[in-house]
């Protein structure tokens, strides 16, 4: 059954000794940081700290922090769980039976079902602060020792398509200007600023509501990339198997998820911008200052005893890189629908997701590899990745170093990469141009005579069946263990 809120996310948890309480008083600047990295490296547990230095709000981190939290978040045991129920969202093959088509039909139906549900009451509005109210009621982290300020750093962002009317929710860190005024820092490629850049065609002030907390699917949803115009809180619907319920805002025309902690509502200005940043962020670096439009907060409401939620993000592995596998995982089933040749994917935590893909294929053509390697390169979020590494069907690329074997012996450079160019994440600094540069594809299969390898490729090195049982049967008879 689906989490309503936090709170049931949290006593799951708890039960299962997932969760640790931390009663000592500790500072959200920098000394949580040092903490969840510690806890966050040694694959420990999710944190609520109880006592946070200048706030009577406990903080919950951590919170998706390993395989087994992030499967729970998502409703499932463990995350190819959670892709084979998209996998029969989303068939490879299109239906051709009169019974398959009908299914196909009922899986539509059981997705209207899953949209969000409208409702009239909501804990996240107990309580409604639209006179004196500031953000300095929350335990907000300054994670890094040069970020430039404290940071919201795990925010719904939700915000209205102006042509379309659809909402869209993306999670964009925020940084804290001042009691009222945040940072807006949604990347260029990203739908938040998109949306933004039509409001700033007509001249208007975008409303924008930033929800912390709720269902933890719904949290995971908002960082999904998922193309434009899709609702993340269907999504987020599908994955729970149940509608999330949203409540109007108080006073901006958008709806948001109804058992979130905290609801921030406000504009944002078509014109201002803002230098935000630096930022310690999941690169392992900071990113630099830049300037971003500004989030001025109209109203705050909460729940009669909120907890707010938080995330560090550094070099990893840390947090987010769970929720990234969980998309690696969930979208691989989407990317084989439309490239049914891929076998296997890994984004190596080490890349950040978005600076290296480590691809098994069936290879069936000549130059099989590069179509699949310019095929990413237009593939939604993917489009980002800097380094493709293609390898044939039987390679693990859920193993790097079986990876790097085949790469380093079996690729002449000259033959088998290709250098292009394209937009790169906003958050990488190897570039000399900021949001765009080059990206490598490497294909490391076999290569084949009518690639134009005219010698006889090697066999890979495998003892015989036969005398691999031997060897088992006799291994205790030779003393080595
Ligand atoms: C912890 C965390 C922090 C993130 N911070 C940002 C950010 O500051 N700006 C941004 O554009 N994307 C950020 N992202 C990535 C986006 O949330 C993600 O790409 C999402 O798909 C964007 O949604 P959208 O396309 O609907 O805008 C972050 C992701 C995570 C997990
Ligand atoms: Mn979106």
Avoid at 40 to 65: C, D, H, R, Y
Avoid at 152 to 160: A, H, R, S
Avoid at 277 to 304: A, M, N, Q, W
Avoid at 439 to 465: F, L, N, Q, S, V
């Amino acid at each position: 059954m689906a989490f309503k809120d936090l709170r049931e996310f949290i006593e799951f948890l708890e039960v299962r000794g997932e969760l640790r309480r931390v009663s000592t008083l500790v500072d959200p600047v920098l000394e949580i940081t040092e903490i969840i990295d510690r806890v966050s490296k040694s694959q420990g547990p999710a944190v609520l700290f109880e006592n946070v230095k200048g706030s009577q709000m406990p903080l919950l981190i951590n919170t998706f922090g390993s395989f087994k939290r992030m499967s729970w978040a998502l409703d499932a045991e463990n995350l190819d769980q959670v892709a084979e129920r998209l996998q029969s969202l989303f068939p490879s093959e299109p239906p051709s039976t009169f019974r398959q088509k009908i299914s196909t039909l009922l899986k539509l139906k059981e997705v209207t079902r899953l949209r969000p549900k409208l409702i009239k009451k909501a804990p996240c509005q107990e309580v409604v602060l639209n006179r004196d109210f500031s953000l300095e009621i929350f335990p907000i982290l300054k994670c890094w020792p040069k970020d430039a300020s404290r940071f919201i750093t795990l925010p719904l962002v939700i915000t209205k398509d102006p042509p379309t009317g659809r909402q869209n929710i993306g999670m964009y860190r925020m940084q804290v200007f001042d009691e009222r005024t945040c940072g807006m820092h949604w990347h260029m490629h990203h739908d938040g600023a998109q949306i933004y850049r039509e409001s700033v065609k007509r001249g208007e002030s975008l409303e924008v509501a930033v929800a912390l907390g709720g269902d933890p699917a719904t949290i995971y949803s908002a960082t999904a990339p998922l193309p434009r115009g899709f609702d993340e809180l269907l999504f987020a619907g599908f994955l729970r198997g149940e509608p999330v319920e949203v409540i109007a805002c108080k006073t901006v025309d958008l709806k948001v998820p109804a058992h979130a902690e905290i609801i921030l509502e406000g504009y944002v200005d078509p014109f201002e911008r803002r230098l935000e940043g630096p930022f310690g962020d999941h690169t392992g670096y900071y990113s630099l200052p830049d300037e971003y439009p500004v989030f001025h907060i109209k109203c705050i409401t909460h729940r009669s005893d909120p907890i707010y939620p938080a995330t560090v993000v550094g070099r990893p592995p840390m947090e987010d890189c769970y929720m990234a596998k969980a998309t690696e995982r969930i979208f691989l089933s989407l990317i084989k629908a439309q490239l049914p040749e891929i076998v296997d994917i890994n984004l190596p935590m080490e890349g950040v997701f978005h600076n290296c893909a480590l691809i098994s294929i069936k290879k069936s053509y000549p130059l099989h590899a590069f179509k699949v390697i310019n095929a990413l390169w237009g593939l939604g979020q993917m489009m980002f990745t800097k380094m493709i590494v293609v390898v044939d069907e039987d390679v693990d690329v859920q193993n790097p170093s079986e990876v790097a074997w085949k790469v380093f012996n079996n690729v002449d450079p000259e033959r088998d990469i290709i250098f292009t160019k394209g937009p790169l994440d906003v958050l990488d600094h190897a570039s000399n141009t900021a949001n765009y540069g080059s990206k490598m594809g490497i294909d490391a299969t076999k290569k084949w005579r009518e690639e134009g390898y005219t010698r006889e490729w090697p066999d890979d090195i495998r003892m015989d069946g036969e005398i691999r049982r031997l060897v088992d049967e006799k291994w205790h008879e030779y003393g080595l263990e």
